[in-house]
């Protein structure tokens, strides 16, 4: 029977360790980077609320794991419902994978033991694994105890919320990335008058991108105003 090949990924370009704001999370991405160079943990579970960067950071590593001729695999498990535990044939194979958002696992027999069999494979390989979720390890509901004792192995980190004037410099760090400016004021008061999660940030940035495009205007406080009056309005 031939092997099955794990689905493949698409990377996302723009979420690279270079294109995240860490806040005072620097040690997590200390700490991601020595996994995959081979000089850190060998296993790494993350875990914080949604919206704080999990997907970005486990993206990173495999940009990484690329830029240092290492094969790499992402997957995000909260998508459209759990393929069969088929996909895991093969992975082992992998010098780093990364499982996003790995919940929906537990309490599925068939996906729990498919797994803990991967991890052993993978791990007596010498390979790492960074795993990201909501909570704890040990607050999953996975039912099978070996597996829910190996993934309290390695390093577990959470991921911290950004304070308010990080906050202001990640709007700053996004827009520049992004190719445009974004003044302190005009930060605060996004902060102050908009939904404060990051990811709704973020996507509020690309919409004041394309409007400061449109119009050939830079981003001055009162022309953001009118961005987000019409926005309101339309």
Known sequence: MAEQLPLHFEFRANQTFNDFF?????????????????VGEQQVFLWGKPGQGKTHLLQ???????NQNLSSFYFD???????????????????VVCF?????????????????????RHRDSGHKLIV???????????????????????????????????????????ADQMGFEIAPQAGRFLLTHYDRDPASLWA??????KAS??????????????????????
């Open 22 to 38: 860490p806040g005072t999370n620097q040690e997590i991405v200390t700490h991601l980077q020595q996994c995959i160079a081979g």
């Open 60 to 66: 990173a590593c495999c940009h990484q794991a690329q």
């Open 77 to 95: 498990l909260s998508n459209a419902g759990l393929p069969e535990p088929l996909m895991l044939s093969g992975l082992d194979q992998y010098d």
């Open 100 to 120: 996003d958002n790995i919940e929906p696992i537990a309490g599925n027999a068939a996906w729990e033991l498919a797994f803990f069999n991967f991890f052993n």
């Open 132 to 174: 990201s979720a909501s909570s704890a390890p040990g607050d999953l509901a996975i039912q099978l105890p070996d597996l829910k004792t190996r993934l309290n192995w390695g390093l577990t980190l959470k991921i911290q919320a950004l304070a308010d004037n990080d906050r202001i410099e990640a709007l700053i760090f996004k």
């Open 204 to 209: 509020l940035l690309k919409k004041l991108d």
């Open 213 to 234: 495009l449109a119009a050939k205007r830079k981003l001055t406080l009162p022309f953001l105003k009118q961005i987000l009056d019409e926005d309101s309005h339309g």
